[in-house]
């Protein structure tokens, strides 16, 4: 089974501070990690994944996220918020192993509101 | 990338009554899903849409109340059945590519939703 943690269902910061929204994960197969965005009244949009290699990654945006396995944490940082970067953030995980019962299906954590305040 | 359309975009509807909603990709693919995202809480996954077969349904979910379809590769169709207002939702399709489609391997893809309000 597979869980996924957000810390912080609201995170607030000014504009030009950095970003940090925290996710921490559980799983019982090696992982794939996901950080998808959500404007209002708009659909997910995937900022940045975790498949394989380089665990730090880089998304859209300037958005970031370390993969870190003895923490299980995949947090997701931005040197310098922008208020367009308002919206709410979704930290999700599926099963890497082809052929899993769960390959493909995505848990999501509970999300974070992010504002930006000018 | 995929595009995903979904029909209709919203809908209010009456309890008792069922919606059937489509969803579209602009190419074949092999998986689909159906999700859920209640008001103010996260996506939830309803079923797995299987070509050829019967829907693979998630703990909590079943056949009965969200009947799903998979004619083809890429097509697929979700109907919330009996509605009550506990059905009000956001309903997304997406779809999984493990690498046929260049730059996107390992990528799910979601529709716009479909935003349901039952009365």
């Known amino acids: 089974a597979q869980s996924v943690t957000q810390l912080g269902s609201h995170v607030s910061v000014s504009e030009g501070a950095l970003v940090l929204l925290r996710c921490n994960y559980s799983s019982s197969v090696p992982p794939y990690l996901f950080w998808y965005v959500q404007y209002p009244n708009q659909g997910l949009q995937l900022l940045l994944k975790y498949t394989t290699g380089a665990t730090l990654v880089k998304g859209i945006n300037g958005f970031e996220a370390e993969f870190k396995k003895s923490e299980t944490s995949f947090h997701l940082t931005k040197p310098s918020a922008h208020m367009s970067d308002a919206a709410e953030y979704f930290c999700?995980?599926?099963?890497?192993?082809?052929?899993?019962?769960?390959?493909?299906?995505?848990?999501f954590g509970q999300g974070t509101i992010l504002t930006v305040h000018p | 990338s995929a595009v995903i359309s979904q029909k209709p975009s919203r809908d209010i509807c009456q309890r008792g009554t069922s919606l059937t909603i489509q969803c579209q990709v602009d190419?074949?693919?092999?998986?689909m899903f159906w999700y859920r995202q209640q008001p103010g809480q996260s996506l939830t996954l309803i079923a797995t849409a299987n070509q050829g077969s019967e829907a693979t349904y998630e703990s909590g979910f079943v056949i009965d109340k969200f009947p799903i379809s998979r004619p083809n590769l890429t097509f697929s169709t979700l109907t919330v059945s009996n509605m009550s207002p506990e059905d009000s939702s956001i309903y997304l399709c997406?779809?999984?590519?493990?690498?046929?489609?260049?730059?996107?391997?390992?990528?799910?893809?979601f529709g716009p939703g479909t935003r349901l309000t039952v009365l």
């Open positions: 999700a995980v599926s099963d890497a192993r082809a052929g899993g019962t769960s390959y493909g299906k995505l848990t």
């Open positions: 997406s779809v999984y590519d493990y690498g046929g489609l260049a730059n996107s391997y390992n990528e799910q893809f």
């Open positions: 190419s074949q693919v092999t998986m």
